[in-house]
């Protein structure tokens, strides 16, 4: 019996995840070529700021893995590989090698799109200028890197006070340039945490060194062949290095006209993440994922939700009819900020407004130990925000944040939130005690009970 061909479009996380599957489900059944388009396999952009703050190994390090990480025969991994079309009646892709510039059909059974994303580069004059830049992918890694330690360079602007954009600016800041970091909206991180805790980070970039301009609407990058300033409401600002963190766009323009996509461009799936093609499935950031607190789709860009798409596709990819549609993600994260750690899970204000998703929220600010264990012994203080139903109660978001690293409390949220746990239930979930790491009610027992109103619990 012939080997059922799987297709696979994008070497980044949903890929490599779809590859592991499908040898752990059924070895040397399946013949699987993976196209990537770019020709380095394949850089973790999360991974950047370690790598730019010499916290890893290498640069080449910095990836989800290797071609000779899979050196079985009927595994097939080729990069410079841009697929340009699918011709589902012929069942084939048509693919071309960029470095050769020749043309191929690949015939496929099964077609996995995980084409990913690609970051925005503003609609502005001077976006070809020297010293713009994109933050994301391994050539930009290299190029941003080596802009840290040129003595040339002593001012910088980064566009986009977002995870990136806040990783970028720390970077610089660190390595002694002047920062200016700008956003369109009101605050910094404002589309990932509530005014509670935004005040609290934004307060510390400043104190860190970095200008924060919020309200900022870009008009243009001013320069002779290098940029020199950056015209925002008006106004000139002198910078040596522009870094781009505004967003992202999915890669899906070669997919119009064949593939279902939605008005921003998002891979459009059914609850089996299906496409309207036969046999053609989408997984990662160029889809909608399905939020289990919205009930909605919208997109989720990270890579827990790829490689629990890619999972998911892949135990149900041969099934005529799936046995059970997907169940859907969270959406959880985390990051710091200078000395500031933060997680967050689920919906928060902005994101349930987008969603269209009534919520009520709590704010909780304690110490993290019992009140007898001084500052100096790292009783520090600790904030939660909670985020529910107002009539069920049932939790549907949070974020943790202290300059202690509380970040796995944020993955205890997540559980809460994909099992729709309700106030009650944290409120009395029994976690561990020991005056070393907590308090005999723990930090989110005593976040919940607040949201519930009860007396609060001193000790």
């Given amino acids: 019996m012939s080997k059922r061909k799987v297709i696979i479009v994008g ?46 190994t290498d640069v080449n390090d910095v990836r989800n893995f290797r071609p000779e990480n899979f050196p079985e025969e009927n595994v097939h991994i080729l990069n410079n590989h841009l697929v ?40 502005v004059p001077g976006t070809d200028l020297e010293n713009v830049y994109l933050m ?36 610089f800041c660190k390595a002694g340039k002047e920062v200016i970091l700008l956003d369109m909206i ?18 510390h970039l400043t104190e860190k060194g970095i200008q924060v301009m919020t309200g900022a609407k870009i008009e243009a990058f001013l320069g002779e062949g290098n940029v ?15 870094i781009q963190a505004a967003g992202v766009k999915a890669n899906t323009e070669w997919l119009e006209g064949t593939v279902d996509l939605d008005q ?32 909605a789709k919208m997109p989720i860009a990270l890579a827990t939700v790829a490689r629990r798409e890619a999972r998911y596709v892949v135990q149900h990819l041969f099934e005529s009819i799936p046995s059970q549609p997907f169940g859907g993600v969270v959406g959880s994260s985390a990051l710091s900020v200078f000395d500031y750690h933060f997680a967050a899970s689920g919906l928060n204000s902005f994101t349930a407004g987008k969603a ?54 944020g993955n205890v949220l997540a559980l809460a939130i994909q099992q729709k746990l309700t106030l009650e239930d944290l409120a009395e979930a029994d976690f561990f005690f020991q005056p070393g790491f907590d ?16 007396k609060e619990f001193i000790e």
Wanted: proline fraction near 4%.
């Fill in 356 to 409: 269209g998703v009534t919520i009520a929220s709590a704010y909780f600010e304690d110490t993290l130990r019992p009140k007898y264990v001084p500052e100096k012994f790292g009783n520090t203080r600790v904030s939660v925000q909670l985020f529910f139903d107002p009539t069920t109660h049932q939790i549907l978001g949070g974020a943790v944040l202290s300059t202690y690293d509380i970040t796995a409390q």
């Fill in 136 to 171: 994301r992918g391994y050539n930009w890694a290299t190029k941003i890197k080596e802009k840290l330690n040129d003595s040339d360079v002593k001012h910088v602007a980064v566009i986009g006070a977002g995870y990136i954009g806040i990783e970028a600016a720390e970077a």
């Fill in 228 to 242: 020199s300033a950056i015209q925002v409401n008006g106004e000139e600002i002198p910078t040596d290095l522009i």
């Fill in 11 to 56: 070497a980044s996380h949903g890929g490599h995840q779809s590859i592991l599957e499908l040898l752990s489900r059924y070895g040397e059944n399946v013949e699987i070529t993976l196209f990537e388009a770019g020709d380095y396999i394949s850089f973790m952009s999360c991974g950047m700021e370690l790598y730019l703050e010499d916290q890893v």
């Fill in 84 to 123: 340009k079309a699918i011709n589902a009646d012929q069942k084939t892709v048509t693919v071309t090698n960029t470095l050769e510039d020749q043309t191929t059909d690949y015939a496929y059974d099964k077609l996995i799109l995980s084409s990913g994303v690609t970051p925005n580069s503003l609609p």
């Fill in 186 to 203: 009101d605050r910094p991180l404002g589309t990932y945490l509530d005014q509670e805790m935004t005040d609290i980070l934004a307060e």
């Fill in 264 to 295: 921003r461009g998002w891979i459009v799936t059914n609850e089996y993440l299906q496409t309207n093609l036969p046999d053609v499935y989408a997984i990662g950031d160029a889809t909608l994922a399905y939020s289990i607190p919205a009930r």
């Fill in 439 to 454: 308090r005999q009610w723990s930090l989110l027992n005593l976040a919940a009970q607040h949201a519930l109103a009860e």
